[in-house]
């Protein structure tokens, strides 16, 4: 059995603001094995979760309603972004700035350029 491990290199948070208004915010991994970057993607989902007991009235109680942040993985994005593989992180992330673009046409966003000469980001 072979396996390689990555480490985990730098952890970006983006915001692409959707065309109907929505913010969708997520969660950008980025880690290499020493030669090749790679990334994965969640996306943070809120959740309003209500417990059906302890009950008044035959009614769930609303002052139990408890707000949770999740990081789950994107079915549309994550499988783009999880097959990314570039040299320099920097590359990696102008591959990653274009697919959100294409995805989400009116995000306005900084992203690093792409390295010219392999150079990593500060």
Not at 15 to 40: K, M, N, Q
Not at 93 to 101: C, E, N, Q, S, W
Request: aromatic share 12%; glycine share 8%.
């Amino acid at each position: 059995m072979s396996f390689t491990i990555r480490t985990l290199v730098k952890v970006y948070e983006l915001e692409p603001s959707s065309a109907e208004g929505d913010v969708l915010c997520y969660r950008l991994e980025i880690f290499s094995d020493g030669t090749i970057y790679s990334a994965r993607l969640h996306r943070y989902d809120y959740f309003r979760i209500q417990p059906t007991f302890p009950q008044r009235e035959g009614e769930p109680i609303p002052e139990l309603l408890c707000d949770e942040l999740f990081t789950v993985r994107d079915s549309e994005m994550s499988g783009y972004v999880e097959g990314l593989r570039e040299h320099s992180e920097v590359d990696l992330l102008g591959k990653v700035a274009r697919l959100f673009a294409a995805n989400f046409p009116g995000s306005r966003g900084q992203y690093p350029a792409a390295s010219q000469n392999g150079s990593e980001p500060a």
